[in-house]
């Protein structure tokens, strides 16, 4: 849709359907799809896709994965019909940036017309976006506040800790720098401590290795004297892409009555999850990658009331970057209704069109259903996973792949035929540079370094997401593409 065509649409104060978008040139399943988005009525029922499970009818587990991801093309055709994505390029790498689709560009651009056109300010709580997005996560609007992104959320949730000299904060070596730059800060001016736990890598490990590393761990500080506080840890790490078992480490949480920290920079649009009934203290999300949202956007959910999920008191917590605070209420929000959420997402005047944006993006998602989104981007993971273990063999896989609980939709491993060579950190980099250079259309994918247990060096292993615009026959050719190029830089 041209710029014109947008203003036109606000000019005359008409809302945004398929026939005021250029759709002449769409197929009729693209113009269905868009209605069922809410660009018209009728949104279709559509059935999940089986879960992952090989070896069924003489198939390998790759064969009857790929059954399962092309079972309904025609749908993801449609769905992958709505982002503007570049065709000279395979987008693999949306753990880091994901990109608006077309309803969601249509909203920004219209929304900033708008406001431009009558100097709109953006001083609000946004209560009312909150309302709309928070049943999509299991959570009361006064429990989920629109953050600038994840760091952003665990900033608010780390610094706002009333921390005492001497607590400690279990947390792994995989963590990013989103949440271990508030932990440093609160190290250098709380005095608190950070105990971190080394990562496993690969296949070998389960939901129960983390339950006993983290229990573990919590029970030899306190044997120490030492007083644990908090728990941090990322779901999933952005490293080998484990899913650390929320579920799992809450019940670890809860017996021995931490506040959680949750980074979940990759979870919303990738992962379906209700938060309330998970019960941590606090989750950080991006807005701007597997949920497609506009940059600067993300969800900081806060738990605001003692639920039978996480019956421990609420921590306590001031908001450090606000316009909105009440001393009394807030000390009492256990009690009474305060709506803590509000006091993060209101700082000063924002804006607007970017998280009218956001709750489109979330619309969109929605309207497709996210637990089908999730099986399908897992399952192109797991997909993944297995001709990766079919050409590299297991012990190449830096991700978990048996075990659904730590599953989701990235997968790291080492290309390299030669395995040392992982830790060549040129030699990663010259990989995924000529996974785009030598190949039409180019794969966009990254690496990403990580401390391996018993390993001299840190290793760079090559991380590819899967979303909901990459079908089977890519993942074919990005398998067969990364096999001949490690063979070439052998
Ligand atoms: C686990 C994790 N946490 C935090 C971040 C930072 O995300 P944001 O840019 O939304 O602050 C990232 C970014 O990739 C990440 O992977």
Same mark, same amino acid.
């Given at each position: 849709?041209?710029?014109?065509?947008?203003?036109?649409?606000?000019?005359?104060?008409? !809302?945004?359907?398929?026939?005021?978008?250029?759709?002449?040139? &769409?197929?009729?399943?693209?113009?269905?799809?868009?209605?069922?988005?809410?660009?018209? +009525?009728?949104?279709?029922?559509?059935?999940?896709?089986?879960?992952?499970?090989?070896?069924?009818?003489?198939?390998?587990?790759?064969?009857?994965?790929?059954?399962?991801?092309?079972?309904?093309?025609?749908?993801?055709?449609?769905?992958?019909?709505?982002?503007?994505? *570049?065709? +000279?390029?395979?987008?693999? @790498?949306?753990?880091?940036?994901?990109?608006?689709?077309?309803?969601?560009?249509?909203?920004?651009?219209?929304?900033?017309? !708008?406001?431009?056109?009558?100097?709109?300010?953006?001083?609000?709580?946004?209560?009312?976006?909150?309302?709309?997005?928070?049943?999509?996560?299991?959570?009361?609007?006064?429990?989920?506040?629109?953050?600038?992104?994840?760091?952003?959320?665990?900033?608010?949730?780390?610094?706002?800790?009333?921390?005492?000299?001497?607590?400690?904060?279990?947390?792994? *070596?995989?963590?990013?720098?989103?949440?271990?730059?508030?932990?440093?800060?609160?190290?250098?001016?709380?005095?608190?401590?950070?105990?971190?736990?080394?990562?496993?890598?690969?296949?070998?490990?389960?939901?129960?290795?983390?339950? @006993?590393?983290?229990?573990?761990?919590?029970?030899?500080?306190?044997?120490?004297?030492?007083?644990?506080?908090?728990?941090?840890?990322?779901?999933?790490?952005?490293?080998?892409?484990?899913?650390?078992?929320?579920?799992?480490?809450?019940?670890?949480?809860?017996?021995?009555?931490?506040?959680?920290?949750?980074?979940?920079?990759?979870?919303?649009?990738?992962?379906?999850?209700?938060?309330?009934?998970?019960?941590?203290?606090?989750?950080?999300?991006?807005?701007?990658?597997?949920?497609?949202?506009?940059?600067?956007?993300?969800?900081?959910?806060?738990? @605001?009331?003692?639920?039978?999920?996480?019956?421990?008191?609420?921590?306590?917590?001031?908001?450090?970057?606000?316009?909105?605070?009440?001393?009394?209420?807030?000390?009492?929000? +256990? *009690?009474?209704?305060? #709506?803590?959420?509000?006091?993060?997402?209101?700082?000063?005047?924002?804006?607007?069109?970017?998280?009218?944006?956001?709750?489109?993006?979330?619309?969109?998602?929605?309207?497709?259903?996210?637990?089908? $989104?999730?099986?399908?981007?897992?399952?192109?993971?797991?997909?993944?996973?297995?001709?990766?273990?079919?050409? &590299?063999?297991?012990?190449?896989?830096?991700?978990?792949?048996?075990?659904?609980?730590?599953?989701?939709?990235?997968?790291?491993?080492?290309?390299?035929? *030669?395995?040392? #060579?992982?830790?060549?950190?040129?030699?990663?980099?010259?990989?995924?540079?000529?996974?785009?250079?030598?190949?039409?259309?180019?794969?966009?994918?990254?690496?990403?370094?990580?401390?391996?247990?018993?390993?001299?060096?840190?290793?760079?292993? $090559?991380?590819?997401?899967?979303?909901? &615009?990459?079908?089977?026959?890519? $993942?074919?050719?990005?398998?067969?593409?990364? &096999?001949?190029?490690?063979?070439?830089?052998?």
């Amino acid at each position: 849709m041209s710029s014109v065509q947008v203003e036109a649409s606000v000019q005359n104060c008409t !809302a945004i359907t398929p026939e005021t978008l250029a759709t002449e040139n &769409w197929s009729s399943k693209r113009r269905d799809f868009l209605r069922m988005l809410g660009y018209g +009525a009728g949104a279709a029922a559509l059935g999940p896709l089986m879960t992952a499970c090989g070896g069924a009818n003489g198939q390998t587990a790759a064969e009857q994965l790929r059954a399962e991801l092309v079972r309904d093309t025609a749908f993801w055709k449609n769905v992958d019909g709505m982002f503007v994505l *570049n065709p +000279a390029k395979y987008f693999m @790498n949306i753990g880091t940036a994901g990109s608006m689709p077309q309803p969601t560009l249509d909203t920004f651009a219209a929304d900033n017309l !708008a406001k431009a056109r009558d100097s709109l300010n953006g001083y609000s709580n946004f209560a009312d976006l909150r309302k709309k997005l928070a049943p999509t996560f299991g959570v009361d609007y006064d429990e989920l506040a629109i953050s600038a992104n994840t760091s952003s959320g665990m900033c608010h949730a780390i610094l706002g800790l009333d921390w005492q000299p001497g607590d400690v904060v279990v947390t792994t *070596n995989h963590e990013h720098g989103g949440g271990l730059t508030p932990l440093n800060i609160a190290v250098a001016r709380y005095g608190i401590e950070v105990s971190m736990i080394p990562m496993p890598t690969g296949n070998n490990q389960t939901a129960a290795t983390y339950t @006993n590393l983290f229990d573990e761990r919590v029970r030899q500080l306190k044997a120490q004297g030492k007083r644990v506080r908090a728990m941090m840890w990322s779901s999933p790490t952005y490293k080998t892409g484990t899913l650390l078992p929320m579920a799992e480490l809450m019940g670890v949480v809860k017996a021995h009555g931490l506040i959680s920290i949750v980074d979940g920079a990759h979870l919303p649009g990738m992962m379906q999850y209700d938060y309330g009934a998970l019960g941590m203290d606090f989750m950080s999300g991006a807005g701007h990658k597997w949920q497609c949202g506009p940059g600067s956007t993300g969800f900081l959910i806060i738990r @605001n009331k003692v639920r039978s999920s996480n019956p421990l008191p609420l921590p306590k917590w001031f908001p450090v970057h606000t316009s909105s605070y009440n001393a009394a209420a807030l000390a009492n929000r +256990a *009690n009474a209704f305060y #709506d803590v959420a509000a006091s993060v997402t209101s700082c000063g005047s924002v804006h607007t069109p970017m998280f009218n944006a956001l709750v489109k993006s979330c619309e969109v998602w929605d309207g497709i259903g996210r637990a089908k $989104i999730q099986t399908y981007v897992t399952t192109m993971s797991a997909y993944l996973k297995e001709k990766i273990v079919e050409r &590299w063999g297991i012990n190449s896989l830096y991700s978990p792949k048996d075990d659904p609980k730590l599953t989701c939709a990235l997968t790291c491993f080492n290309p390299f035929r *030669n395995p040392a #060579d992982v830790m060549d950190s040129k030699k990663s980099s010259d990989f995924v540079a000529r996974m785009a250079s030598d190949y039409t259309p180019s794969f966009i994918i990254r690496n990403v370094n990580f401390p391996v247990i018993g390993a001299a060096a840190d290793h760079y292993g $090559i991380r590819i997401s899967t979303h909901l &615009w990459t079908n089977a026959d890519e $993942i074919d050719a990005l398998v067969d593409a990364m &096999w001949t190029l490690s063979g070439k830089m052998a």
